[in-house]
């Protein structure tokens, strides 16, 4: 039996996308907690301790788009027609964190707070845009003869605006959690990043079960795959392992004083909520439209780009590595986090 260069592909890109959540995704949460920030000098600590993830971080999104527009390129087609208007908007507010990470840096000390508010809107939006649509997604669109026949606005439903918030707060989570480990970050900010990410971590909760529980009715298909029997029985240990993440998540971040855990255990329940997404649409890539198989390039060209992936990819985790090792340990040089200051937001 040869390799299903399709099955191939579709690993690629989902791993790709959980690595943009998880880099990217930590940073767009520090960025909207600027808007908490009330002194410049927390703003430029909150920047300045993740700085080696804003260099690549947008680059898995760039290579999950054009991977998925290479190989899939009939569900890359519809995909742009139905969701053009979120894309834009996502792309604006990724060139507004751009200005503002600018201006910022070149702004006085006690004029930062306007550039601070743009930088922390910008995340919001892109952040909201990449949720609403997750949402629009899992319910679909509307498909004559490989063309997209629906409403520029159909992306934007009850359902999609829950996801996009849901987003925001997982990334909230993320940007929180993420700040409890860097060594130059002082205790004062640590605790309060603590407090915060109780709260969020509590909302974020409410929020992943209102989706996770209106997910079944969203289609016929998601009903079935869901609430069908044999199905309900085998996939009931998903939610299950879900819930028991989510409370070991909960106890570190509420009991515990481990700087790692709380954001190596959220990753671990982000990895049962991205196994629940898969598991849901597989092997659809647009639902109940068309599969990943009907949607593919040809074999030359999904094995053109397998090889092309196989240089580009570890290339780039190598460099990301080395990136984060070198300025970990700057960190843990300077304790009191001044030498990021001259770094933070250039």
């Not at 959980?18 to 949460?29: I, K, R, T």
């Not at 702004?107 to 949402?135: D, E, K, M, N, Y």
């Not at 515990?256 to 190596?264: A, D, E, G, L, R």
Request: aromatic share 16%; hydrophobic share 55%; glycine share 8%.
């Amino acid at each position: 039996m040869g390799l299903d260069l399709v099955t191939v592909w579709s690993i690629v890109l989902a791993l790709g996308l959980a690595l943009y959540v998880l880099l990217d995704g930590m940073y767009l949460g520090i960025e909207m907690l600027l808007l908490s920030a009330r002194k410049s000098s927390e703003r430029e600590e909150m920047i300045g301790s993740l700085k080696p993830f804003n260099i690549g971080n947008a680059v898995w999104l760039m290579l999950c788009v054009a991977g998925f527009i290479v190989t899939f390129p009939l569900a890359g087609s519809v995909f742009l027609q139905a969701f053009w208007l979120p894309c834009l908007l996502m792309l604006f507010g990724f060139l507004l964190r751009i200005i503002a990470t600018k201006c910022l840096s070149k702004a006085p000390s006690g004029h930062q707070g306007p550039w601070g508010f743009c930088l922390g809107f910008g995340s919001v939006l892109a952040t909201f845009c990449q949720g609403a649509l997750i949402g629009a997604f899992m319910q679909g669109v509307l498909v004559e003869d490989s063309r997209f026949v629906g409403s520029v606005w159909d992306w934007l439903s009850w359902f999609s605006a829950l996801t996009g918030i849901t987003l925001i707060l997982t990334y909230l989570v993320l940007g929180a959690t993420g700040l409890l480990m860097p060594p130059a970050l002082n205790k004062d900010m640590k605790q309060k990043m603590r407090h915060y990410s109780h709260h969020l971590l509590v909302w974020f909760g409410y929020a992943i079960v209102a989706v996770q529980l209106i997910t079944p009715f969203l289609t016929d298909a998601l009903r079935e795959r869901w609430l069908g029997l044999p199905n309900f029985f085998y996939m009931g240990f998903v939610p299950m392992l879900g819930l028991m993440a989510y409370v070991w998540v909960y106890y570190v971040i509420r009991f515990s004083t481990w700087k790692v855990w709380p954001f190596s255990v959220f990753l671990i329940f982000l990895g049962t909520v991205y196994f629940t997404l898969i598991i849901s649409l597989w092997p659809m890539v647009l639902p109940a439209e068309l599969t990943i198989h009907n949607a593919a390039a040809s074999e030359s060209t999904l094995r053109l780009a397998l090889w092309g992936s196989a240089i580009a990819l570890p290339a780039l985790m190598v460099y990301l590595y080395r990136s984060y090792c070198v300025f970990y340990k700057k960190g843990s040089e300077d304790n009191s986090g001044r030498a990021f200051k001259s770094q933070a937001l250039s």
